[in-house]
């Protein structure tokens, strides 16, 4: 029998250009922040997750050289697991 898993989202705290938290936003509250910040073009923002500050450019993209595994990844993990288990499945099934 499959048993349901209560996953509780990830939130991270963001901070505006002056160093005001904004809270502690889940990974879609952090992309309509990375939206606002897109169209409106400014820089500054910026989370901290794991003690590593993690800039947010202008354009809403992460900088890269600020990133740390594990950001928002839960989504991506379990559907990477999902294909590792079908082509898992699948070698079983040819062999």
């Known amino acids: 029998m499959i048993q349901i898993k209560k996953i509780e989202p990830q939130i991270i705290e963001h901070f505006d250009f002056n160093g005001n938290s904004l809270g502690f936003l889940n990974e879609y509250e952090n992309a309509y922040l990375r939206l606002c910040i897109s169209r409106e073009k400014v820089d500054g923002y910026y989370l901290m997750f794991e003690g590593k500050k993690v800039n947010i450019m202008s354009t809403g993209r992460f900088n890269e050289d600020d990133l740390v ?9 379990l559907i990477f697991k999902i294909h590792q288990e079908y082509i898992k499945n699948k070698n079983n099934i040819n062999q």
Request: charged share 10%; glycine share 12%.
């Open 69 to 77: 595994y594990g950001i928002y990844d839960t989504y991506q993990t």
